[in-house]
């Protein structure tokens, strides 16, 4: 089941990014680098102003994608995955270099109103 992750995934987040983080050519951290703090700091930009969605079978969590604001004002109207880009988990063999933003409301910013 794909549902919105909540504060309580975190402990699992930790073990699927370390154990992709294990896989040669998965993700660009080593096990010892995916820690709680870079775990915690995209679930909090994403839980802020983004958006983050695991993928959970009986209990077991298999995937993790999120994206936030980039932090412009500028460009507020967009969410944009950072330098992960793309989804973690079962199944997630190699990691694209980049994700398109995707717009969060269907008018331009600079559109009148």
Known sequence: ??????AGDHAQLVALYRLVA???DAIARTPGEVT???VGG???RAAADGVELVWE????MLGEIDASGPG????SHLLAADHRGGAT???ARRRPRAVPGAA????????AH
């Open 22 to 24: 294990a896989t040669p």
């Open 72 to 75: 412009i004002a500028s460009l």
């Open 104 to 111: 969060r409301r269907s008018d331009p910013p600079h559109a």
């Open 89 to 91: 988990g079962a199944g």
């Open 57 to 60: 079978e009986g209990g077991r």
């Open 1 to 6: 089941m794909i549902r919105k992750a909540v």
């Open 42 to 44: 995209f679930m909090r």
């Open 36 to 38: 709680d703090d870079y």
